[in-house]
Nanobody
Framework: QVQLVESGGGLVQAGGSLRLSCTASGSIFNINTMGWYRQAPGNQRELVAAFDRGGNTKYQDSVKGRFTISRDDAKTTVFLQMSSLEPEDTAVYYC??????????????WGQGTLVTVSS
């Protein structure tokens, strides 16, 4: 079993900042990819930012220059620093990880989601 625990969501005014955290735990052999998705009401879940298998970062165009993804040295915790937030950033933010377990087995793991609300 692998779990992702997120924290850091909340209510912020437009132009403000928030930092999300996500920590993976459990029977982890290796984390191939890890990052953040979001889903606004009535919309599909979309990629926000992520590390790929090579450690490169990718961002959704609408957040480039405003959001920064980073991770700890163990590569089991990712952070999403969000600045210059806009009402359009309001969504439930989900942490995602593509994990090779110790079984071994490959799992797509999702966190429970954390709500980010940006008021205008």
């Amino acid at each position: 079993q692998v779990q992702l625990v997120e924290s850091g969501g909340g209510l912020v005014q437009a132009g403000g900042s928030l930092r999300l955290s996500c920590t993976a735990s459990g029977s982890i052999f290796n984390i191939n990819t890890m990052g953040w998705y979001r889903q606004a009401p009535g919309n599909q879940r979309e990629l926000v930012a992520a590390f790929d298998r090579g450690g490169n970062t990718k961002y959704q165009d609408s957040v480039k220059g405003r959001f920064t993804i980073s991770r700890d040295d163990a590569k089991t915790t990712v952070f999403l620093q969000m600045s210059s937030l806009e009402p359009e950033d309001t969504a439930v933010y989900y942490c995602y990880a593509g994990v090779v377990t110790t079984y071994p087995r490959y799992l797509d793991v999702w966190g429970q989601g954390t709500l980010v609300t940006v008021s205008s």
